[in-house]
């Protein structure tokens, strides 16, 4: 029973902990701005009075000891400082003091600092020699400087804590920006997400359907009114290209003969006799089937010499290929002729039968349909590499914004003692 009134007790005595939202942190950093600046000014207006006051005083004792040679002008202790010392120490002091002092406690005590060391400066520059000629006035001038001296040190203490504290009202009001521009960042990037999900969604449906359509097409075209087209076609195809394989056979025939006789003609008259063989032999080592109009006038000049080294036995014909072709009841020339006419005659009527089949409205259908697959398939692959892009952008910005609402949250509680709640 004591145990739990001392409990209930204990819950009333927690202190209640001030909160305040995020949309309130600008006008309470503005409030602890305008409070620190008042601050800072109402703890430095006596020093700043005093320092015034005390740069006026200072100012007027130099002016007097200035005025003090001239009236002394003649004392032979002071000629010489009359004409160089005491006129440098008066131009150094007097443009330290006429430096303006600003209202800004801050930059009040930056132009006070650079006016002391211009005073400090001058007092160990010229005025040490001054020291033992007007040892009074010098000490009440020494005097004075130190005053100022005390007072700025009054200052610092104040100045640095002011300084610290719009340090860390900028910070906070950095990071505050920061957290906005974050969270702005992520709610355009979740609606973008969102947007592409629906792209992606839309055009999946819209390439299952153009799927749809290519198997029709397709199907349509293997099995249905193109069915028969495509059957001519191969057969037409297959007829091409068994007379470019026949066409080829022989022209092989041909390279292997010749080379024989290029051979023939090289050991017994030189290679210069051998240069039409060879350039035929070049020709048909080549890949593919040659030119006919290249091929076929080094044919007729150059049969003539083989067929003569045949017959001689220069030339021995070994397999039943080589001596079909080059029997004397064979016209090479013509053969050859015949084979290139009837694989161009084949390709005409393939290349005829293709160009109809292709330009079947079915095919352009089909063609069109797979460009269209082709489209989509990149736009889905695109807008993945976006997403994806996005999704991890969004990560890194979901913990940039809870480390940066801590470090706001902190900041705050350290200047203020309030807790600082998302609204």
Excluded: W
């Amino acid at each position: 029973m004591f145990r739990r009134i001392k409990d209930l007790f204990s819950q009333h005595a927690e202190e209640v902990v001030a909160t305040c939202g995020m949309d309130e942190l600008p006008g309470l950093l503005e409030s602890l701005e305008s409070d620190s600046a008042a601050t800072e000014r109402e703890n430095t207006r006596d020093q700043r009075t005093a320092i015034r006051q005390l740069r006026s005083d200072l100012s007027a004792r130099v002016q007097n000891l200035a005025s003090k040679e001239r009236e002394e002008a003649y004392h032979p202790k002071l000629e010489t400082i009359a004409k160089n010392t005491l006129p440098q120490f008066e131009r150094a002091m007097l443009s330290s003091l006429g430096k303006e002092l600003p209202e800004d406690p801050g930059e009040f005590y930056l132009a006070a600092t650079d006016s002391l060391k211009g005073c400090v400066k001058g007092l160990a520059g010229p005025g040490r020699y001054l020291r033992g000629v007007f040892p009074d006035e010098m000490k009440e001038i020494r005097e004075t400087v130190d005053l100022i001296g005390r007072e700025m040190n009054a200052m610092t203490p104040v100045i640095a804590t002011a300084r610290s504290r719009r340090a860390r009202i900028a910070g906070i009001r950095a990071d505050l920006a920061r957290f906005h521009a974050a969270v702005d960042e992520q709610i355009t990037g979740m609606a973008e997400v969102t947007g592409i999900r629906q792209d992606i969604e839309n055009t999946e449906r819209e390439r299952i359907l153009i799927r749809d359509q290519i198997r029709e097409i397709q199907e349509a075209v293997e099995h249905g009114v193109l069915k028969s087209e495509k059957e001519e076609l191969l057969h037409v195809q297959q007829a091409y290209h068994d007379e470019e394989r026949a066409l080829h056979a022989d022209l092989a025939v041909l390279l292997h003969v010749y080379r024989k006789g290029e051979k023939v003609l090289g050991r017994i008259h030189g290679a210069a006799a051998a240069k039409e063989i060879e350039a035929v032999v070049h020709m048909l080592s080549g890949a593919g089937i040659p030119e006919e109009g290249q091929l076929q006038p080094n044919l007729v000049r150059t049969l003539p010499p083989v067929m003569s080294m045949i017959a001689s036995g220069e030339i021995a014909l070994k397999n039943k290929e080589e001596k079909e072709l080059f029997s004397g009841d064979c016209d090479i020339s013509a053969r050859v002729r015949e084979g290139y006419a009837r694989t161009e005659g084949a390709r005409i009527r393939f290349q005829g039968k293709e160009r109809a089949y292709q330009d079947h409205p079915l095919q352009a259908d089909l063609r069109a349909a797979r460009k269209k697959d082709e489209t989509l398939s990149l736009r889905i692959a695109t807008q993945q590499s976006r997403l994806l892009g996005l999704t991890d952008r969004n990560e890194v910005l979901e913990k940039e914004i809870a480390l940066v609402f801590e470090k706001i949250r902190s900041g705050i509680r350290d200047l203020t003692g309030k807790d600082v709640v998302q609204t």
